[in-house]
């Protein structure tokens, strides 16, 4: 496994509890999930023209909780799910269009309900933090939130626990005459063969494996305590 982040450790620990041995090469840089919102959100983000896309989102949040429960017991750690809601509001005049308009597009994903509109003032007693422009909006209950980087170290303890080998930083993949692959070189010199590589290094995927054509894109989160 190549990568330390949300979904190499995720692989790593289940992989790792059905009986594999799992070796984990990482650079031990901050993997994106440190900085990330950890929305389960598969209904505010619905876009007109995804709705495979959409299926897929929904059946993983609602997958989520379950996921949470498993992890606690595995790590030892509390819960990272966070079943808060979100509120999808006009912060100005110009996006009650958008807004309802998105309304509309949740109420057309199958199975879904038609959110019910919610004036500005409804929606500052759900969120007192809501700011006097806010003329009005919806509410998603259904939707939820996971703590990335509680799950991190959830994740690192549940595949420690299972015996998973963390070494450095993968350097490059091992091919034979054929070109497949058959394990990894990792930084200092280190050469470790194995029957599956599984890349899951984000965006550094195509330093490995140039085929793979991922690049980063900056993204900003603003963490507000009480």
Same mark, same amino acid.
């Given at each position: 496994?190549?990568?330390?982040?949300?979904?190499?450790?995720?692989?790593?620990?289940?992989?790792?509890?059905?009986?594999?041995?799992?070796?984990?090469?990482?650079?031990?840089?901050?993997?994106?999930?440190?900085?990330?919102?950890?929305?389960?959100?598969?209904?505010?983000?619905?876009?007109?023209?995804?709705? =495979?896309?959409? +299926?897929?989102? %929904?059946? *993983? @949040?609602? $997958?989520?909780?379950?996921?949470?429960?498993?992890? #606690? /017991? &595995?790590?030892?750690?509390?819960?990272?799910?966070?079943?808060?809601?979100?509120?999808?509001?006009?912060?100005?005049?110009?996006?009650?269009?958008?807004?309802?308009?998105?309304?509309?597009?949740?109420?057309?994903?199958?199975?879904?309900?038609?959110?019910?509109?919610?004036?500005?003032?409804?929606?500052?007693?759900?969120?007192?933090?809501?700011?006097?422009?806010?003329?009005?909006?919806?509410?998603?209950?259904?939707?939820?939130?996971?703590?990335?980087? =509680?799950?991190? +170290?959830?994740? %690192?303890? *549940? @595949?420690? $626990?299972?015996?998973?080998?963390?070494?450095?930083? #993968? /350097? &490059?993949?091992?091919?034979?005459?054929?070109?497949?692959?058959?394990?990894?070189?990792?930084?200092?010199?280190?050469?470790?063969?194995?029957?599956?590589?599984?890349?899951?290094?984000?965006?550094?995927?195509?330093?490995?494996?140039?085929?793979?054509?991922?690049?980063?894109?900056?993204?900003?989160?603003?963490?507000?305590?009480?």
């Amino acid at each position: 496994m190549v990568g330390a982040g949300a979904w190499g450790l995720s692989a790593a620990w289940m992989l790792a509890e059905d009986g594999a041995r799992v070796v984990l090469a990482d650079d031990g840089r901050p993997s994106a999930a440190d900085v990330a919102a950890g929305m389960l959100a598969p209904w505010s983000e619905a876009e007109d023209g995804e709705d =495979a896309l959409n +299926a897929v989102m %929904r059946r *993983a @949040a609602d $997958a989520w909780p379950a996921f949470a429960a498993r992890l #606690a /017991e &595995a790590s030892g750690h509390p819960s990272v799910h966070v079943p808060c809601g979100t509120l999808l509001v006009c912060a100005r005049p110009e996006d009650l269009g958008r807004v309802r308009h998105h309304g509309g597009v949740i109420a057309r994903r199958p199975g879904a309900a038609a959110p019910a509109w919610l004036t500005g003032g409804a929606l500052r007693d759900m969120e007192p933090g809501l700011g006097p422009d806010v003329a009005g909006g919806f509410a998603l209950p259904g939707e939820h939130q996971a703590d990335a980087r =509680a799950m991190l +170290a959830a994740l %690192r303890a *549940a @595949a420690q $626990a299972r015996g998973v080998r963390l070494v450095g930083a #993968a /350097e &490059a993949l091992l091919r034979d005459r054929d070109g497949r692959v058959t394990g990894i070189a990792t930084v200092g010199g280190g050469r470790i063969a194995c029957g599956t590589v599984v890349l899951a290094a984000g965006w550094a995927c195509s330093g490995l494996a140039p085929s793979v054509a991922v690049r980063p894109v900056k993204g900003e989160v603003l963490v507000l305590g009480p």
